[in-house]
């Protein structure tokens, strides 16, 4: 005798479980990529929106110790901000300063804390200047001052 109808559907039910766990084992595997990239997207934007800084400085009255210009940088943020030559990059009036002219102390600030800028006196005259400070995440402040 040939083959049974019942012998038929059970054949075709054992192929469609099959191909259907296929299916489902690589929906699991794209959507748990998906779910990684969006986890890790909403880490680095909390991070990013955590971050915020300010300069402080008195715009008409500018330290100068030891041959140097001190700007104040206060963290307004939420997270914890490096402050070094890697992460910061200052501009003066435009033009990007060599990392070898400005110092930033201490190494880390906390939410309200003061950070200390330590610009070469050199490398600025007398006069109405900008000071534009970029931080990390490209996160900047402008800062309109006079020598």
Request: hydrophobic fraction near 40%; avoid cysteine.
């Amino acid at each position: 005798m040939g083959f049974s109808l019942t012998g038929t559907h059970i054949v075709f039910f054992v192929a469609a479980v099959s191909i259907a766990g296929v299916v489902s084992g690589v929906f699991v595997a794209i959507i748990t990529d998906v779910t990684s990239s969006f986890s890790d997207r909403g880490e680095r934007l909390t991070e990013e929106i955590d971050t915020d800084f300010k300069i402080i400085n008195d715009p008409e009255n500018i330290p100068d110790t030891g041959g140097v210009y001190i700007f104040y940088l206060k963290n307004i943020g939420k997270s914890k901000l490096p402050t070094d030559n890697e992460t910061f990059q200052i501009f003066v009036d435009g033009d990007i300063l060599p990392k070898n002219n400005y110092n930033l102390t201490p190494a880390h600030i906390y939410t309200s804390d003061v950070a200390e800028i330590q610009v070469d006196n050199t490398t600025i005259s007398a006069g109405t200047h900008q000071l534009r400070v970029i931080g990390p995440y490209a996160v900047a402040d402008t800062f309109q001052f006079t020598i």
